[in-house]
């Protein structure tokens, strides 16, 4: 069966610290992968997304993720973590069968120190 | 310009009313979906359509009754309402036919069963 796993429940960093989000899959054919952000009482924003390519992807706000075939991985990182930062963040896994539907991990929070 | 918009935003009721919450995408989307996040923020699709036809129903009770109207909305409604039933619903919509299931979500609708 589908899933996503995202082993941090809770992650603290220092501002201006680098931060990296971990993610881990679990699907039979090519992933795809989504990032998506949801900060406190708002919905979700994509950061980013990896479909095929280039297995490095930018998103918004700084973001990167890299997709790691061999060990079904899709982790989230940031080089210089900022206060407004401090969300949920969950990673998803997109099914291309009929369904067309999300396979969510069950998000990490992360908390930024001043 | 709202892309996808849900209403109403907050909605406290009392236990065995109904209610229905709103959905609607301006992206000229075929594929609609309403997740549920729960108290501990996992997400889970409960519904899809595409084209105002149901493609996925993810053992939901049958006190929720999605409806399509046309393809720009997806409404849900809730009949005897449960305390269980308290949480976050989200829409969102996407376009299949980009091959990447970008889905784009709602602001949501927090449901306080009291």
């Known amino acids: 069966a589908q899933s996503v796993t995202q082993p941090d429940i809770h992650i603290t960093v220092s501002e201006g610290a680098s931060l990296e989000l971990r993610c881990n899959y679990s699907y039979g054919a090519t992933p795809y992968l989504f990032w998506y952000v949801q900060s406190p009482g708002q919905g979700l924003q994509l950061l980013l997304k990896?479909?095929?390519?280039?297995?490095l992807v930018q998103g918004i706000k700084g973001f990167e993720a890299e997709f790691k075939r061999s060990q079904s991985s899709f982790n989230l990182r940031k080089p210089s973590v900022h206060w407004s930062d401090a969300a949920e963040y969950f990673c998803a896994v997109g099914l291309m069968d009929s369904s067309y539907k999300l396979i969510f991990g069950s998000g990490t929070r992360l908390l930024v120190r001043p | 310009d709202t892309a996808v918009s849900q209403t109403p935003k907050y909605l406290v009721t009392q236990m065995g009313n109904d209610k229905s919450i709103k959905c609607e995408q301006n992206?000229?989307?075929?594929?609609m979906y309403w997740y549920k996040q729960d108290s501990k923020k996992f997400l889970k699709i409960m519904f899809s359509y595409n084209n105002k036809e149901l493609i996925i129903n993810e053992t939901v009770p049958n006190r929720f009754s999605p409806k399509s109207p046309d393809k720009a909305h997806l409404n849900l409604h809730i009949n005897s309402l449960e305390l269980g039933d308290s949480a976050v619903y989200f829409c969102a919509s996407s376009d299949p036919g980009t091959l990447n299931n970008e889905q784009f979500f709602g602001p949501g609708t927090r449901l306080t069963v009291l």
């Open positions: 992206l000229g989307h075929d594929t």
């Open positions: 990896y479909f095929s390519g280039d297995t």
